[in-house]
């Protein structure tokens, strides 16, 4: 949001707050029903959001006994680490946690820098051919060649079963190069284009210097949005990849909390496979909650950029 | 893309996709005559529908309220709160859903069977005439707040001379909402109404894949789902040609639909895609 839209809201709070202080303009008897109302409606909302977040936060710290016989209602029962110690030491969800952060980290920097770089040059006036090439971009958004061409496009390419399958298939993704597009385009003024080039700077001093600094709103968002994207991808892993060594973490997660399997093989030693079948339901409540929580350590950092970067995307786009 | 020939080639391993026999519109027939036909378009288009009918206006109402709500730390934890489910992968959505409704262990079964003398809850998920409702709720559940944004957004916008000049003439906060802020998002709505029908053929795959098992696979079993059965599931029948063009007619079915609801809303809104 930014300063000037939060004025407004701030604004508007304070009209309605002084209408009610003054002692002409009354605060009708409609509007105190009005206000208990929606006051009511959204504490139910906020109820219902959160109810089976802490729900899950709340059965993944009980003990594996009261999550079996289903005795956690709202706040941990007999509280332990049992969940946690169980999740840790099953070896899936290391290796998963490894290439989920990798395809993440490298995956969301070549999205990045690929998504800069085309929106760049299309935010210019000048580039020959410039509506050729958005159509060529918007065109793969709306019509593609479907799951099975795609499956044998990657056959040919050779990227099967690599971990680059995970990365450039989806270098770019053409909503966010719009929305970067339309940010260059809409704040980076014309003028400074021109005073760098009387200058005598070149496009190059002129992109890193001027159009990157002055993008940073942008870049946070197509970050967010990139990085969100790989950490919950399974879909092309779950396509592209039959090694379980290059698995991400969420296609563990849907061997374990959807197909209930868990892999005897990746567990230490038989003990811990008695145990960790003992610990199954609670073990998958942990794993929601460790699958989870490192995405949104992410969210507070960009939270204040939201508003913007939906608002470019979806009206201009 | 060159692979989309295949949509109309009897596909075969040994002589590759530009060697293999084209059989025109065969397999489109083959599709159109089949007893999936019905019931897998059909399911697209119901679950499809329903969730927007009632997923849409959600948000909107969400953003309302929302907007005229004046303490504004609570309005700030509702937006914190409720944009965070939009951050959880597909995959733990449908854990948590599967959790909660475990007929053994799961919140569902605490409650059922508190009310009906320890006996356990059925199992919702096996039960085909549920799983519309489940995975259109859950996914509502999920996005509402983060598809408001836009909307409170907008609704920021709003001058405040109209609510003074409202307030002045004595309207009361539900009739501003109701004559000042709904009109202001009025065209924002319109354009992701427009936004929303055009991709009505297409449900993504990757929730319902989730979601489906043996026993609601009448009412789950969607288009995509479908392709990759046939396609490339081991189980299915490894029908390369018969699977692209499956997705083919899908995807020509949406362009079309895109383009149409694209011109329409050139023309009502002055706001297209292109």
């Given at each position: 949001m930014t300063k000037t839209e939060e004025k407004t809201f701030i604004n508007k709070n304070n009209l309605s707050i002084s209408s009610k202080g003054s002692k002409k303009v009354k605060s009708p008897i409609e509007d105190r029903i009005y206000y208990t109302v929606i006051y009511t409606l959204l504490i139910f909302i906020l109820l219902i959001v959160l109810y089976p977040l802490?729900?899950?936060?709340?059965?993944?710290?009980?003990?594996?006994?009261?999550?079996?016989?289903?005795?956690?209602?709202?706040?941990?029962?007999?509280?332990?680490?049992?969940?946690?110690?169980?999740?840790?030491?099953?070896?899936?969800?290391?290796?998963?946690?490894?290439?989920?952060?990798?395809?993440?980290?490298?995956?969301?920097?070549?999205?990045?820098?690929?998504?800069?770089?085309?929106?760049?040059?299309?935010?210019?006036?000048?580039?020959?051919?410039?509506?050729?090439?958005?159509f060529l971009f918007t065109f793969t958004m709306l019509f593609s060649g479907g799951m099975i061409p795609n499956y044998m496009l990657m056959k040919q390419l050779h990227l099967l079963n690599t971990p680059w399958v995970m990365i450039i298939p989806g270098a770019i993704g053409v909503t966010n190069l719009i929305i970067t597009r339309t940010f260059m385009q809409s704040n980076i003024p014309q003028d400074l284009l021109e005073a760098a080039q009387i200058d005598g700077c070149s496009d190059f001093k002129y992109f890193f210097s001027v159009v990157l600094p002055l993008s940073q709103a942008n870049i946070a968002v197509i970050t967010l949005y990139y990085a969100v994207g790989h950490w919950n991808s399974y879909f092309n892993a779950f396509l592209f990849l039959s090694n379980k060594r290059l698995f991400p973490l969420q296609l563990f997660l849907r061997d374990i909390l959807l197909l209930s399997q868990i892999d005897s093989n990746?567990?230490?030693?038989?003990?811990?496979?008695?145990?960790?079948?003992?610990?199954?339901?609670?073990?998958?409540?942990?794993?929601?909650?460790?699958?989870?929580?490192?995405?949104?350590?992410?969210?507070?950092?960009?939270q204040r950029y939201f508003v913007k970067g939906v608002m470019i995307g979806s009206l201009k786009g | 893309m060159a692979g989309l020939q295949l949509a109309f080639k009897k596909y075969n391993v040994r002589l590759g996709i530009w060697g293999s026999p084209f059989i025109?519109?065969?397999?489109?027939?083959?599709?159109?005559?089949?007893?999936?036909?019905?019931?897998?378009?059909?399911?697209?288009?119901?679950?499809?529908?329903?969730?927007?009918?009632?997923?849409?206006?959600?948000?909107?109402?969400?953003?309302?309220?929302?907007?005229?709500?004046?303490?504004?730390?609570?309005?700030?934890t509702m937006q914190t709160v409720t944009y965070m489910p939009h951050f959880i992968s597909v995959v733990v959505l449908v854990g948590i859903v599967v959790q909660i409704i475990n007929p053994r262990v799961g919140l569902l079964s605490t409650v059922y069977s508190a009310l009906n003398n320890g006996r356990y809850p059925p199992d919702l998920l096996a039960n085909p005439g549920v799983f519309p409702h489940l995975y259109?709720?859950?996914?509502?559940?999920?996005?509402?707040?983060?598809?408001?944004?836009?909307?409170?957004?907008?609704?920021?916008?709003?001058?405040?001379?109209?609510?003074?000049?409202?307030?002045?003439?004595?309207?009361?906060?539900?009739?501003?909402?109701?004559?000042?802020?709904?009109?202001?998002?009025?065209?924002?709505?319109?354009?992701?109404?427009?936004?929303?029908?055009?991709?009505?053929?297409?449900?993504?795959?990757?929730?319902?894949?989730?979601?489906?098992?043996?026993?609601?696979?009448?009412?789950?079993?969607?288009?995509?789902?479908?392709?990759?059965?046939?396609?490339?599931?081991?189980s299915g029948s490894m029908d390369f040609s018969y699977s692209t063009a499956i997705g083919l007619f899908n995807s020509i079915i949406n362009l079309i639909l895109i383009i149409i609801v694209n011109s329409i809303s050139k023309r009502v809104s002055e706001t297209s895609l292109w």
């Open positions: 802490v729900y899950i936060v709340s059965a993944s710290f009980s003990s594996p006994e009261a999550v079996t016989s289903g005795k956690v209602v709202l706040f941990p029962v007999s509280p332990s680490l049992a969940g946690y110690k169980a999740v840790f030491k099953y070896k899936d969800v290391f290796i998963g946690y490894r290439n989920t952060f990798f395809y993440t980290i490298v995956g969301t920097a070549v999205n990045v820098a690929m998504t800069l770089m085309t929106a760049y040059p299309l935010s210019r006036k000048t580039l020959p051919g410039k509506g050729f090439f958005t990746s567990v230490a030693n038989q003990d811990t496979l008695v145990a960790v079948h003992g610990l199954a339901d609670l073990l998958k409540y942990s794993l929601i909650v460790v699958a989870t929580v490192p995405i949104l350590c992410l969210y507070p950092f960009v | 025109g519109f065969r397999n489109f027939i083959k599709f159109f005559n089949s007893y999936q036909f019905v019931r897998v378009v059909g399911n697209t288009l119901k679950i499809s529908i329903y969730s927007l009918i009632a997923g849409f206006p959600i948000p909107i109402i969400f953003a309302l309220i929302l907007n005229s709500v004046r303490a504004e730390r609570f309005k700030k259109v709720w859950s996914g509502i559940w999920q996005t509402f707040g983060w598809n408001s944004i836009i909307y409170t957004a907008a609704l920021a916008s709003v001058s405040l001379d109209l609510h003074e000049a409202a307030q002045i003439d004595g309207a009361s906060r539900f009739q501003r909402m109701i004559h000042v802020d709904l009109p202001a998002i009025m065209p924002t709505a319109i354009i992701m109404l427009i936004m929303r029908c055009g991709h009505i053929m297409s449900v993504g795959f990757e929730k319902v894949f989730l979601m489906q098992n043996d026993l609601n696979l009448s009412t789950s079993e969607l288009i995509s789902t479908y392709v990759y059965k046939v396609g490339l599931s081991s």
